[in-house]
């Protein structure tokens, strides 16, 4: 995993967008990274129609249930409208409506202001920017135009997945539960095991019900192992396979 903060137009070059800067060489955590540019969103203006570029064409990359609880876990309340305003920014521009569970857990800034650092010191900027703001931006709190895509920006999925192997597991799963389920062993259990599916349903932000049906798929697409235990019939250490514990 690379060192998200550090270099985050390293990490989304990547992942396929045109920085003019070399990429990280490495998979980034996709959900912690969209949490790190709500966080640095309002400090450089390129980040917003970036990556809501980049939601539009590969948001069914995106584990969501699994970034749906690192953002009610790890994300501030100032940085959650950014993320609701792109996530809600991309579907209405074409990403999948599936995301909208993330925009579900995002609270909008209570003292409306601009996005953009620039503009909230100066009167005259901060006028111009209220009445400029799209109407979405405007619920979320967080001021800034409707988005103009980027799409000229924007690696092919060829190339994405050529350089991110890893991300296949992802797509083929259209970034459902089961991705959550193995992302969530992969990047979030040290051991890649995790003690039950009880435990599963909490790191995933699902229901059990929901979980168990997505384990059973899981099991037999040969990606996870779901252990017995003498101890209890009913809830077992769930291991994902060792063909997928590949480093991001």
Request: net charge positive.
């Amino acid at each position: 995993m690379t060192n998200i903060g550090n270099n985050l137009e390293r990490d989304w070059a990547q992942l396929g967008v045109l920085y003019n800067c070399e990429p990280s060489r490495a998979t980034p955590d996709l959900e912690r990274l969209l949490l790190e540019t709500a966080r640095q969103c309002s400090g450089n203006e390129r980040l917003l129609p970036l990556i809501t570029t980049w939601v539009v064409a590969y948001g069914l990359f995106i584990a969501r249930h699994r970034l749906k609880r690192i953002v009610v876990e790890e994300l501030e309340q100032d940085s959650q409208p950014v993320l609701g305003l792109l996530i809600e920014t991309a579907v209405e521009l074409g990403a999948t409506r599936d995301l909208l569970i993330v925009p579900q857990v995002c609270r909008p800034l209570p003292y409306p202001r601009p996005l953009y650092n620039n503009q909230q010191e100066h009167p005259l900027l901060e006028g111009v920017a209220r009445r400029n703001a799209s109407a979405l931006s405007q619920r979320w709190g967080v001021w800034t135009p409707k988005v103009t895509l980027k799409a000229d920006a924007i690696r092919p999925v060829r190339w994405l997945l050529r350089e991110n192997p890893v991300l296949r597991e992802r797509i083929i799963r259209k970034g459902d539960l089961r991705a959550s389920i193995l992302e969530t062993l992969r990047l979030d259990i040290p051991s890649a095991t995790a003690a039950s599916e009880s435990a599963i349903a909490r790191l995933s932000g699902a229901t059990r019900t929901a979980v168990r049906k997505a384990l059973a798929a899981l099991k037999l697409e040969g990606a996870v192992t779901v252990r017995k235990s003498p101890d209890n019939d009913r809830d077992h250490p769930v291991t994902l396979d060792e063909t997928l514990r590949e480093a991001s």
